[in-house]
């Protein structure tokens, strides 16, 4: 949620900086703003409601039209304060003190108060103000901006990245990092911040990565940064494998739309160097590896949203395919409660972002049991399964192991989603095979399965044509119903998932075993249920499930195996996605359909696919 770009540098920001926050939009929200400093240090700043279309039209219709070669810009997810323009940063007090911030400020209203029996003017709803007025407390006492930030953030506490800019000190732009990402790219006399690479791709591949804690001075030609003891510190300059036009939208009219042709692609890089023609290479996860997976007993999974349910159904091959068990919690869930760690349990976290505040926090919660040496506990090893390599997740783990589906900007998650599958497949084949309760043969088989996913996944798309037509039938609906068993009641929760994130239809997801337990009473001729039925030991029962809707007059849409012999008739649609599928590449495959099918019915609503209302990309706050 919300994105952070800023520069100094020799030349205009004011363009490097719209087009950063063009490349952040994927984050979601609801307003955007610049503010810079001009040739006489003056403070200039434009925001608007909506996209960033309308700030760049209200900066061109400006005279003066804003320029300055130091800037910060952003854009706001609301939280404090409904979407306006005086809610919308960035955000300034007396003219002299610009902020931007990402996350909570959790003490405002104390802080608040205490600004305003001083005097200061509140013009917005937002936690945020109270940043730039405490800011502005700061320089009273200091013209050093460094300085003056590290006496403010004292006071506050939450979560935040900040930037700060100010015309005592109209040559350095200051950012602190505690709870959100914050990046700094590095350039040849000129230096930026970002919330994220994507933003500043355009003008440099070079970046360095601030840490919990960290406060950052950055002019011109140099960058100082500071730990949160006040130490200064260097952070490695990382060089960045993505091309500015990694985020292109090419011939695709959407992002989720080239994100879920990009799959096979995605998948490929995935297992690319992690698998031989017959066998797994366990040092895939890290040197440390085979030595942590040997000694643990079972493996506990944090995530949130699309990747809860990956880890769902990484359970069902954990106890099926090694018989280990392994339990699966939603992160905002675990983290509040006072969970029974066993020991010798891999923690595992999964997120795309590696920055989602919940799963971040649960795995800070494991980190902090061991340091205190908890009796009892002595082997409660962590591993993050992430798509962004220099994420807050992945620098607190143990082990780490990468999805490489490359920029997802879609805020409705598809390649992030069936890369993280196939690495809990590779997880799950590594432990047994460490663990000795796999067999080569049955290791030999996971490996010829997942090389031929990506071609499995190629030949679930060239049903698109058929899908989109079915989704016309979706015009009216405001309600839908997916089935699944086993390992697609997961997937069921997905589509589902997808299906309301994008088209604002209540979908909700059941085992199609528990119809008799409650949802039946829901089945009429305009509610339509979509089942899942691949070729396993369940699509007989499956199949008496589905007679069941059928009988009460609901509309059927049935993704099957070719093999599973399943006949459409009136109100009975069936489409044939998959053939020669297994236990592991099933899952995968069928959910390829439900994207489409997702994606086509929001096509229909006309909604906002890639950036649906009230979502973010990031979940980067509680």
């Known amino acids: 949620m919300c994105g952070i770009v800023g520069g100094v540098a020799e030349r205009n920001v004011v363009p490097i900086l719209l087009e950063g926050l063009r490349r952040l939009e994927y984050r979601g929200y609801d307003s955007s703003g610049i503010a810079v400093l001009n040739k006489s240090s003056e403070l200039q700043r434009v925001r608007a409601i909506g996209k960033i279309k309308n700030l760049e039209a209200k900066i061109q219709q400006d005279k003066p039209i804003i320029s300055g070669s130091i800037g ?28 931007v911030h990402n996350g909570i400020i959790e003490n405002y209203q104390e802080l608040k108060a205490d600004q305003a029996a001083q005097d200061y003017k509140f013009t917005s709803e937002t936690d945020t103000e109270v940043i730039a007025h405490a800011m502005h407390q700061a320089l009273e006492h200091t013209d050093d901006l460094l300085k003056a930030v590290n006496l403010a953030i004292k006071h506050l506490e939450g979560a935040y990245a900040l930037g700060v800019i100010a015309i005592n000190d109209p040559n350095t732009l200051v950012v602190a990092r505690k709870g959100s990402p914050l990046v700094i790219g590095v350039g040849i006399g000129e230096h930026f911040i970002a919330s994220d690479v994507s933003a500043l791709l355009p003008v440099t591949q070079r970046f360095m990565f601030l840490e919990e804690g960290d406060i950052a001075k950055i002019t011109r030609e140099t960058v100082e940064i500071y730990s949160a003891e006040g130490v200064l510190v260097e952070r490695p300059i990382k060089q960045s494998s993505l091309k500015s036009n990694a985020v292109e939208l090419g011939a695709h009219k959407h992002y989720m739309h080239k994100e879920i042709f990009e799959q096979p692609q995605a998948v490929s890089d995935t297992l690319e160097g992690r698998i031989t023609p017959d066998q797994i290479l366990v040092s895939a996860f890290g040197h440390q590896a085979e030595a942590i997976f040997n000694n643990i007993k079972q493996v506990q999974i944090i995530a949130c949203g699309t990747s809860y349910h990956s880890g769902l159904i990484a359970k069902y091959w954990f106890e099926d395919v090694i018989g280990m068990s392994c339990q699966v919690e939603v992160a905002s869930e675990y983290r509040y409660r006072n969970p029974v760690i066993q020991d010798n349990t891999l923690f595992v976290t999964i997120s795309q972002s ?11 919660q494991i980190n902090a049991t061991r340091k205190a040496h908890t009796e009892g ?12 390599a220099e994420s807050s997740l992945t620098r607190e783990s143990d082990l780490i192991c990468l999805t490489h589906a490359g920029p997802e900007r879609g805020v409705a998650s598809t390649k992030a989603f069936t890369t993280q599958l196939v690495v809990l497949a590779l997880l799950v084949t590594s432990i047994g095979k460490v663990k000795q309760c796999i067999s080569a043969e049955n290791e030999s088989e996971v490996v010829k399965e997942l090389q031929k996913l990506p071609n499995l996944i190629n030949n679930a798309l060239k049903h698109e044509d058929t899908i989109k037509i079915i989704a016309e039938s979706f015009t009216d609906k405001q309600n839908a119903l997916f089935l699944g068993r086993g390992t697609m009641y997961p997937i069921a929760m997905e589509g589902a998932l997808k299906l309301k994130e994008i088209s604002y239809i209540h979908a909700e997801a059941y085992p199609a075993g528990e119809l008799k337990h409650g949802p039946l009473a829901l089945i009429d001729e305009n509610m339509p249920v979509i089942a899942i039925a691949p070729l396993d030991e369940l699509l007989e029962k499956l199949k008496s499930n589905l007679q069941e809707v059928k009988a009460r007059g609901g509309q059927m849409l049935v993704f099957e195996d070719e093999q599973s012999n399943i006949s459409s008739e009136k109100d009975f649609t069936v489409i044939k996605v998959a053939t020669n599928v297994g236990r592991i590449t099933a899952p995968i495959t069928f959910n390829i359909a439900l994207q489409l099918l997702s994606y086509h019915v929001a096509i229909i609503k006309g909604t906002d696919v890639d950036q649906p209302r009230n979502l973010a990309k990031s979940v980067t706050v509680e």
Not at 354 to 364: C, H, K, R, V
């Open 377 to 388: 506990i002595s082997n409660i090893p962590t591993l993050s399964i992430c798509n962004v």
């Open 72 to 99: 910060i810009a952003h854009t706001r997810w609301a939280t404090h304060g409904i979407p306006s323009e005086n809610n919308a940063h960035p955000h300034i007090c007396n003219n002299k003190v610009a902020v």
């Open 354 to 364: 590696g920055e989602t505040a919940d799963t971040l926090a649960a795995l800070q």
